[in-house]
């Protein structure tokens, strides 16, 4: 459970805007774009992303950056929901809060005494968002799983990898990563109608419908044309070639892996500008053949179009053969997690924000995704150690004295960092 507020004009309908919070993206967004938002979580039954790699030192909850990466600029408050007193603290705070959001399994927020209706009765214009994998309600609510189960249930699975081989899946939790951005644009929605009518809601985004908004144009195929797409590697029915094609190996980085650092390139070809462009670039006469004259004939020949790409590239550096083709033919480096911390154009855009973290020290965050001129983002702090915030959120927010948060340390309803 969290919440988030951020200062506003004295004209603004709100002055506060106060958030409890999903996992994703679509809480840090509200928590750098200025809001106060505070994440509640328990020791008992931490975030499993918390003993998720990689960590910085030893492995712990406290040392996991793929989760801290997520929880930047946030307050964290130690709250166990389900101890004495629990019930609560999340109405208090969902009555300091101006938006709530859950993403347990549909039933959960209502056995803590927490359900929507709970929360209106003390905060009558409250925003709260549930999310979860098939929405509140119907014959698969209670389904219980992560975005690596509903990648494949959403259709993904079966359209990514090759045709000879089993169905793969995109990287992680795919529908996690993103219906988050659903989950912001619903958010925002609600947020508008609040200020221009003072009515708050319920908002249900469920990741199996919100998945499915990516898929439109399969769908839609199936739906006019009764075609199946199929899973076909790295091609697509509009370009050829269209694939990621092998060039000279590089060196590791000091300090970097062992063994050979395999260097990539993506090409594509869309438009007969874009493949007379690439024949012109690469000059091998072979691609002069009338097996490649249009884009029909290429995709009819596509096995040997790209061992002819594949002969050019495996001869030249990936930076050569970037710097050869664009801008006329879309060519782009694969880069690889070295490649990307040093990468000048994000460097440049102080994309990558050194945090100092309560355990791990120096660690780089991503950073924005949107330059706002007028309202840009901040990273104001590190994600916060499981309960690093409890005794501010408590004392500062919702007005709990000094021996009242004791009390609650003391029987286990919260908890508080202790290095």
Known sequence: MSASSASRSATSPWRRSRARQTPGRARRSAADYGATVVRSETITRPDVLRFAPPFKGEPGPDSAQFWADYNSSKLGLGLNLAAPGGREVGLALAEWADVVIEAFTPGVMARFGLAYEDLVAVHPDLIMLSTCMNGQDGPRATFAGYGTVMAPMSGFSNLTGWPDRAPSTPYGAYTDFVCQRICATALIAAIDHHRRTGEGQHLDVAQYEGALQFLAPWLLDVELNGRLAERDGNRSPWAAPHGVFRCLDGAWPEGGGEGVRERWVAIAAETEGQWDALRAAIRMPELDDPRFASLA??????????????????????????????????????????????????????????????????????GPEATLSATPMTLSKAAPALGEDTRHVLGELLGYSESEIDELVAAGTVEVFAP
């Open 297 to 366: 004939a290429r995709k009819a020949n596509e096995d040997e179009l790209e061992t002819i790409v594949a002969a050019f590239t495996a001869t030249r550096t990936r930076e050569e053969v970037v710097a050869l083709l664009q801008p006329d033919v879309v060519a782009a480096p694969v880069n690889d997690p070295y490649d990307l911390l040093e990468d000048p154009q994000l460097l440049h855009r102080g994309y990558l924000v050194e945090l100092e973290h309560t355990v791990m020290g120096p660690v780089r965050y991503q």
